[in-house]
């Protein structure tokens, strides 16, 4: 049996029939490539809500907090449910990466990249709001235990808001650094295929100068195991930290011995569903869908299903105790009687329906592979669990103890434009990220093509699974290219490995004529009375030999270079001997057909 | 003595990983192998040394657990011991549950930020750092193997190589050692 064997109930996780070379050339295509329009309206937008966002952020420092809409008895409420809500959506990355990696889960490859940058991007937010909440935020480096001095009063390690600095500055220092080890053989395939010099020079150094030596492989696996050991735990730590934060008051509805588990599991429901709104976008214009498959959504929806599900018996859990104490003090929690009917009712009511009800519609497979319903599923989750949040911090506090200060809150115009500002910053980043960065571990994923790859798993059922799984590639010589300088190559050894090209029986002359009318055939011949030639130099890809060779065969025109497919580069390739470069990779025809239009 | 090398390029993992047994099996001595993923079992069939990166990290892990325990107790118990919330700081071993969050952060920190530095070291990954693939393909879909010729016959371990089903094969001559 094959050592590439996989099930074959299993649906391929890659489809198409993808060679190594075409995974590299579709997944670098986004960044080689220009950013089309809806790209920079989507950038626009998000750079106006982010600039806005500064804007109130600036305000709020320059003026103080009382800019917000807190009062006496809600002391915390759209900051720290923001954070809250920030924290929970970067969870799914690290679980992604680190726990599907532990279960080698191979559906994992094709979205852990974006997860993991989502994951930095999301707690990039989380982190603003503590800062800006202190008020004076040039004054951050006081939650550091560093001496001082006030004689060297020390930060105080009881508190659980200084566990969350340690938590969340560890989780982001780690996702990130996990994050770009991933990164290093993609950006090293971007550096390698990149053609204008800058580009090459911008990845060369991202790339770090990866080159993929076997020992250099041995060891990135190894990191990357242990990693994931790391981050799970600390995926668990962070969310359970910042559940500490309620759960350690005496605050009721807050202090609650479930917080811990409950908050984990909602934030990773959350995650998930921020991962789904982006991907689900993201394959669609970058062109993924070969990769990103109904598959990949229905897996991701069953695992928001489970952590939904979770969830939902944590409230029931919570609305049980509540009642079963019979204390009329927890009739006010956020999950009670009393909730449900008083002035919060429609917060109450929008988290039971987006966390509890919605998302039981994924228990129907048609459902989960529905790409336009997991869509809405995955907002609607990402509002109900912003009210989640709401719904602990600002109901739990706005009946406290003494009936004299019962009081509603009211956000202004800086709170939400704040948090408007963030999911701005956040999409800014994400954008740029999607323009700048292999979205998807491209390396890693070439490793599972053999056994996931919807074209090897159909070679295995049509011919056994005993069968071959050697690509046949006929590529051009690109010729000695190397990163090395000063390096000699010689090609001192005539071994042919094509026969038919050296049968001395048949003229290579006539063998030649006969291909360059079949590529004339194909392509159309240049009529000069009629027709003008073009500058054929300005397709990326041809200089001024090739031109000439070009304009030798019979190709003069972009209108004859843009009906080119692949079998014509072939033939030409054949034709010219020594051909440089790669005509599909830089897509003659699609260039040719852009300057036609020009004209 | 000049330490030429081949270079034998191949277009399949499976391919590769049966030539590196081939190869091996003839005593030719392989210097390295550029491949554009990690292909499993070719540290194996190379005869390369398992990785000591997760000992390392233990070990790293060992360190930030001391100086998460040692900062804590300093800070807390002996340079300023405080009475917070009627549960005061004198004893480390009473304040010890209060810390574990921190202690267990500071583990993470540190083994996963210095396993990574070591790997980065150990494999000279870093920034500006200029890339050594010699075939730009091999990180898109060509699989790179350098032999080592020795004093072997040129022709002859040419000749063997493609017929391990290499689909390109060069002569790389280093120059002197200066």
């Known amino acids: 049996m094959s050592s590439h064997y996989e099930a074959p109930i299993r649906e391929p996780l890659v489809l198409g029939e993808k060679s190594y070379h075409d995974v590299s050339v579709e997944i670098g295509a986004p960044i080689l490539g220009r950013a089309n329009k809806s790209w920079w309206i989507v950038f626009t937008i998000s750079l106006v809500a982010f600039l806005w966002g500064l804007g109130c952020i600036i305000y709020t420092v320059s003026t103080g907090i009382g800019v917000w809409g807190l009062n006496k008895t809600i002391g915390w409420a759209w900051d720290i449910t923001n954070f809250v809500w920030w924290v929970g959506i970067g969870h799914a990355g690290t679980l992604i990466s680190a726990v599907l990696l532990l279960f080698r889960q191979k559906w994992r490859m094709a979205v852990n990249r974006s997860a993991e940058a989502m994951t930095i991007f999301a707690v990039v937010q989380a982190g603003l709001f503590p800062i800006i909440h202190m008020g004076r935020p040039w004054l951050a480096y006081w939650v550091l235990p560093i001496p001082n001095q006030f004689g060297s009063l020390w930060v105080n390690f009881n508190s659980p808001l200084l566990w969350d600095v340690f938590a969340i500055s560890t989780y982001l220092s780690i996702s990130l650094v996990f994050w770009w080890t991933g990164l290093l053989p993609d950006f090293a395939m971007i550096r390698d295929r990149a053609t204008k010099p800058f580009q090459k020079k911008i990845y060369s150094i991202l790339s770090f100068g990866w080159t993929g030596r076997a020992k250099d492989w041995q060891r990135f696996e190894e990191v990357e195991l242990v990693l994931a050991g790391l981050a799970t735990p600390l995926v668990l730590s962070v969310h359970t930290i910042v559940s500490f934060d309620f759960a350690t008051s005496v605050v009721p509805g807050w202090h609650s011995t479930i917080y811990p588990p409950y908050f984990v599991a909602g934030a990773v429901f959350s995650g998930f569903a921020m991962v789904q709104t982006l991907l689900i976008i993201m394959r669609k214009v970058l062109h993924l869908e070969d990769y990103i498959t109904v598959l990949h959504i229905d897996y991701m929806n069953q695992i928001i299903l489970v952590t939904g599900g979770i969830v939902s018996v944590a409230y029931i859990t919570e609305y049980f105790m509540g009642w079963y104490t019979g204390m009329p003090y927890e009739n006010y929690v956020y999950l009670s009687f009393g909730a449900a009917t008083g002035p919060y009712w429609w917060a109450f009511w929008a988290l039971i329906i987006c966390n509890m009800v919605v998302p039981l519609t994924l228990w129907i497979r048609k459902y989960r592979r529905n790409i336009i319903w997991t869509f809405v599923v995955s907002i609607i989750i990402n509002i109900g669990m912003w009210f989640e949040r709401f719904d602990i911090i600002v109901i739990d506090l706005s009946k406290d103890r003494l009936t004299s200060s019962w009081t509603l809150f009211q956000p202004t115009f800086v709170d939400i434009g704040t948090f408007m500002g963030t999911i701005g910053f956040f999409f800014v980043l994400f954008l740029l990220y999607a323009r700048t960065f292999p979205v998807i571990s491209q390396a890693t994923l070439k490793g599972i093509l053999k056994s996931s790859g919807e074209g090897y798993k159909r070679l295995r059922a049509e011919h056994g699974d005993d069968v071959s799984h050697v690509q046949q590639l006929d590529q051009g010589d690109f010729g000695p290219a190397a990163n090395i300088s000063h390096k000699r190559f010689d090609n001192s050894f005539a071994y042919s490995r094509n026969p038919v090209a050296t049968n001395p029986s048949v003229p290579s002359e006539q063998v030649r004529q006969g291909k360059i009318a079949q590529l004339l055939a194909n392509i159309g011949v240049f009529d000069a009375k009629i027709e003008t030639q073009d500058d054929l130099q300005r397709i990326n890809g041809v200089g001024p030999v090739l031109e000439q060779k070009l304009h030798q065969i019979g190709i003069f025109t972009y209108t004859q270079i843009s009906r080119m497919t692949d079998v014509d580069y072939e033939l030409l390739k054949e034709i010219i001997s020594e051909f440089p470069g790669s005509p599909q990779q830089d897509d003659w025809a699609g260039q040719a057909l852009i300057l036609k239009n020009e004209k | ?178």
């Open chain 2, 1 to 178: 003595m000049a330490a030429n090398k081949i270079h034998a390029i191949y277009t399949d993992d499976d391919l590769l990983l049966q030539a590196v047994k081939q190869v091996r099996a003839e005593e030719y001595q392989i210097s390295e192998v550029y491949t554009p993923f990690p292909v499993h079992g070719l540290d194996e069939a190379m005869g390369l040394a398992p990785t000591r990166l997760a000992i390392t990290s233990f070990l790293y892990g060992l360190v930030g657990l001391a100086v998460a325990v040692w900062m804590m107790n300093y800070m807390m118990i002996v340079d300023w011991p405080q009475n917070i919330g009627g549960k005061p700081s004198f004893s480390f071993h009473q304040n010890m549950p209060a810390f574990i969050p921190i202690m267990f952060e500071m583990t993470v920190f540190f083994a996963g930020h210095l396993m990574v530095i070591t790997f980065y070291m150990r494999s000279r990954l870093w920034p500006f750092k200029q890339a050594e693939n010699p075939d730009l393909r091999t990180t898109d879909d060509h699989f790179l193997m350098e032999v080592d010729v020795e004093n072997h016959d040129i022709d002859k371990l040419a000749e063997f190589l493609y017929n391990t089903g290499a689909s390109e094969i060069s002569l790389v001559k280093t120059e002197e050692a200066h």
